[in-house]
């Protein structure tokens, strides 16, 4: 059985917890009312924007989204009903999906990032100091590498 935290410990869990959570809550909100898109959606056309000729085969972009394929399935689903993105066979493996951002789906990136940031900014980013950047920079590399 793992030891129990302690107090320090018990203060810094639950301090990151609910303040990534309310962070979180907050930028969704934000999106979604000034723009119509999820946070979900957000980041996949970013990271599709972002991608050689805007592309990704299914399962790279599940990945570089943490998402499961079920996941990722659902949410390329609803982005392909809505034309922010299409989904293809690819090229050079019949059998694999690629994820293809649309010219809709880039010109709803264009449109809400500028939106996103000045939340981005507000909640987050004019906070903080750029030493505070730098040490929620390094923290938090070495706990994505789970």
């Known amino acids: 059985m793992a030891d129990p935290l302690s107090d320090e410990q018990q203060i810094a869990w639950r ?8 962070l979180h ?22 990271v599709l924007s972002e991608a050689p000729e805007h592309r990704l085969r299914m399962g ?8 499961s394929p079920s996941r990722i399935t659902y949410q390329i689903s609803s982005m392909v009903k ?23 789906g880039m010109a709803a990136l264009e449109s809400a990032a500028p939106l996103h940031l000045i939340t981005v900014r507000d909640s987050f980013i004019d906070r903080l100091d750029p030493d505070e ?14």
């Open 60 to 67: 790279e972009l599940a990945g570089r989204l943490v998402f």
């Open 15 to 22: 301090t990151f917890i609910e303040s990534s959570w309310a």
């Open 25 to 46: 809550t907050h930028l969704e909100d934000e999106l979604r009312a000034q723009t119509g898109l999820s946070m979900n959606d957000y980041h996949v056309l970013v």
């Open 82 to 104: 809505r034309g922010l993105v299409r989904k293809q066979p690819c090229p050079d493996d019949g059998r694999g999906q690629e994820a293809v951002l649309t010219d809709e």
């Open 133 to 146: 950047l730098a040490v929620i920079t390094r923290v938090f590399n070495k706990v994505r590498k789970v």
